[in-house]
């Protein structure tokens, strides 16, 4: 455990900004931002700096708990950690995202380059130890030369809270646990199998029975219908598309980075498709409201290279979109009837830009709301 001595002051005042529209933004650099949109009268929106920490490290990955105001950053870097505020526990390096669970009283960690499932009480101090730490197996290696060992990509809590699922790009596996929210305690209650080479990476709920998951290696996203019995999940994969105009298959070097659901709407990012080159893209789904079948029915710009983070405010009406390479937020409208993304309506550059396929350039983006 390390004190954040440099976010000890300015980290509150950033923290505490409710009344603007604003971004939290974190840079591969060591750096948490907060940016302010605010309209202008012609109809578009400014993006100005409100402030900025730095964390160190190699942040990748934002939670934010708006009741609590606090945001938990994973860091990616060779000495791991995660930091709540100014308190950060020590953390195998690698940690790629986070999540609360059990009434948030605890935080679930993976660890994609060293394959680790952790786990902690909340709130982090000075004597937080790991309360799991799992290293995740795989019986053979996969097809794809990334799939040697597992990677876990992310940790998603289920709408019951009473699971938490992990995306694992280098097992193919939808790992399930169930969650004991008194103890925080994750018991595996086996995995959803995916075919060689798929590698799963982000996954989003929709409704209580609804579970898309955004395939890296694939890119492709599927649906799968979801059931409980027994005191476990069980998934069923319902649909496959695939996240490109006219269903075409993804150009080589193509990867599909995040999956959100708003209302009856999907949106999944293809970094590195170069669909509006030199920029990227961002794939619009509408969701059949009975079934959740997926219709692929717009593809726009995401104003920069390598989008690996984005989020759709909950009004519905803007998307902040994190260009990794690139290293710009850019903000883009979007029309909530139809689901579809508008042009982009502001654009601002964040520290250094990235190089292609480095952990470096922008990390992660958010509302703050
Ligand atoms: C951030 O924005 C809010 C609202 O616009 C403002 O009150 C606050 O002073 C700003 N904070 C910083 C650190 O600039
Ligand atoms: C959950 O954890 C508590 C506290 O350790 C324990 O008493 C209880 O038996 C656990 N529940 C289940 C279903 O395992
Ligand atoms: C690419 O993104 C940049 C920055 O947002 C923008 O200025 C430019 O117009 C975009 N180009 C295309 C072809 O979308």
Redesign the pocket.
Known sequence: MRLLISSLGLLPALLDVICAINIFVSHYQGTLQSLTVTPTSGGGYTLTTNGTVIIGGQPSWLTFDSASRVLYVSDEGNTGSLTSVAAEADAPGGAVANVLYGNKRYVASVNYGSSLLTTYKLPLSSSTQTLQNMKLTQSAKGPNSRQDVPHPHQTVVDPSGNFLLVPDLGADLIRIYSINSSSGTLTSCGNFVEAGGTGPRHAAFWGDKTLFVANELANTVHRFSVAYSGGCMTLTKEQSLNTMAGGKSAPSGTKVGEVHVHDNFLIVSNRRDLS????DSLATFSLDASTGAMTLTGVT?S??TYPRTFQINKAGDLVAIGDQT?A?V?VVKRDITTGLLGP?VA?MRIGTVGQAESDNGLSAVLWDE
Not at 276 to 279: E, H, L, M, Q
């Open positions: 509006f080159s030199p920029n710009s104003g920069g690139t710009n850019v982009q654009s």
